[in-house]
């Protein structure tokens, strides 16, 4: 296979041009100034030329440095490109084309490592470099601009990125970095009376970090690879995913809410978000509630559900104060039609932590949850003043919480907050609160059990009985019956 030049590019310097017998098989000339003539048929005059001496020109006229305009196959002029042609003779049709900083393939397939490529680029071997996807694969953010330098304000960046992400779904990947953002992100456009036009939309970091003390002693927190930080207002959203929409996943990102001067209030806040996915997230120095899953308890045209059937998992904060918390689940109020609650969730592996002793958990308007392997702090219930039977028919599944029995008294509800089992480790006092119900780990049972079934207990040595735990949990009372049938009770120690 000969390899035709199109017009040489001259060297630098020379005067003259190249001189040819006719238009396909020019001689050597030397390197052209500004190209004074060019040989019949051969390329247009080049520019002058930086360095070098002549060069042949088989199959095209000599032309100057750069070869002026485009030399083509035939050796005509163009504008300011070189052209590589690749025949069996002399002449063929232009295959690799460069203008200016850029070159491009006509056609056909490129191989490196393999004489046959199937596709348009094929790769026989290990290729380094890197990639930043604008809307292949996914949507790299640093494609669209973000720095990840922690100087930058990469708002709008990363917004554009996230926005980029076709209404039918994709992935918006942030690599690691320093993100500095100034205001809301935002992951959807639904409204109280309009689904989200966009759904299935992942925005995916490279990691989360922790903020576990059991991991890190020395600091009690590690920001992860990919960390957004907060540089906005006071009391500020870091990210807000927008519903009614569904299918989202949010991972692998650490929000420092107060990278600046002010803290955000909550790193994620989740409006009617269904079917959805959260994990590996890890918030610090917030001042209010860390992640918040809500929805609307209006009528939306086409939602039949509310904040339903959703995973949070692996999610973790570490907040500073008093007014800092973990997670806030469900509306305020159930309004009407009173349907569309934030229901069907499952929490698994989460820890919550505070500093002062802050709420961990708020449970509003929610049912039919379940908490496993979640270290939440404070449990505080919190019923909508119009529906007091709300939260009901949540259970948490060996999980450390601390039941705040001065909170929820006006639930009403029937189906209570189960706890299998309720942790006494750290010395909590028996739940007294009315919406709570299950047994610790210790074995006494709590709440309204009278559905559990016991088997009768004979007790036949004399002197015996039956130990109960006190109903405020400061003591316990062995009860006896003598032979007359009469019964006594008599503190002992608690077993």
Request: hydrophobic share 35%.
């Amino acid at each position: 296979m000969a390899e035709d030049w199109a017009g040489n590019v001259g060297g630098g310097g020379g005067s003259g041009a190249g001189t040819a017998a006719n238009g396909n098989n020019g001689t050597s000339g030397a390197g052209g100034g500004a190209g004074a003539s060019a040989p019949a048929g051969g390329g247009a005059g080049g520019n002058a030329g930086s360095s070098g001496g002549a060069g042949s020109a088989p199959g095209g006229g000599a032309g100057g440095a750069n070869c002026g305009g485009a030399c083509n196959s035939n050796g005509t002029g163009g504008a300011g490109e070189v052209v590589i042609t690749y025949s069996t003779g002399g002449g063929g049709s232009p295959q690799w084309t460069t203008s200016g900083s850029n070159i491009y393939y006509n056609s056909g397939n490129v191989g490196i490592g393999t004489a046959s490529p199937s596709t348009l680029l094929e790769v026989n071997g290990i290729a380094r470099g890197r990639v930043q996807d604008k809307g292949g694969e996914l949507f790299n953010c640093k494609a669209y601009g973000a720095v990840g330098d922690g100087t930058t304000d990469d708002t709008s960046t990363i917004q554009s990125c996230i926005n980029a992400v076709p209404a039918t779904g994709g992935i918006a990947f942030l690599p690691a970095g320093l993100y500095k953002i100034t205001s809301t992100l935002t992951i959807g456009d639904g409204t109280s009376s309009t689904r989200s036009a966009s759904n299935y939309i992942t925005f995916t970091g490279a990691g989360g970090g922790s903020t576990d003390a059991e991991f890190f002693p020395a600091s009690g927190r590690e920001r992860g690879a990919t960390n957004l930080l907060w540089y906005g207002a006071a009391a500020g959203v870091m990210l807000d995913v927008r519903g009614p929409i569904s299918n989202v996943i949010v991972e692998k990102i650490f929000f420092d809410a107060k990278g600046g001067t002010n803290a955000a209030s909550t790193a994620l806040r989740t409006t009617h978000a269904m079917r959805s996915t959260f994990r590996q997230l890890e918030v610090e120095h917030h001042t209010g509630f860390s992640f918040i899953n809500t929805a609307y308890t209006n009528t939306i045209s086409g939602v039949v559900d509310g904040g339903n059937n959703n995973v949070w998992e692996a999610i973790s904060s570490l907040s500073a104060g008093t007014g800092g918390g973990g997670i806030q689940i469900g509306p305020a109020t159930a309004g009407s039609p009173g349907s569309l609650d934030v229901a069907q969730n499952t929490y698994i592996n989460c820890k919550f932590f505070n500093d002062a002793g802050g709420k961990g958990i708020e449970l509003r308007y929610t049912d039919a949850s379940a908490f496993i392997n979640v270290t939440g702090g404070s449990l505080v219930v919190s019923p909508p003043s119009d529906n007091t039977a709300f939260p009901g028919g949540i259970a948490f599944y060996n999980s450390a919480v601390n039941i705040d029995n001065t909170s929820g008294a006006s639930w009403t509800g029937t189906t209570p907050i189960n706890f299998y089992p309720y942790p006494m480790g750290e010395g909590p006092p028996v739940p007294t609160a009315v919406w709570a119900r299950g047994v610790t780990d210790t074995g006494i049972w709590f709440g309204n059990t009278a559905n559990k079934n016991i088997n009768d207990v004979a007790i036949t040595t004399s002197g015996k009985g039956v130990v109960i735990k006190d109903s405020d949990g400061a003591g316990c009372h062995r009860v006896t019956v003598n032979t007359a049938g009469t019964i006594s009770a008599a503190s002992v120690t608690c077993p």
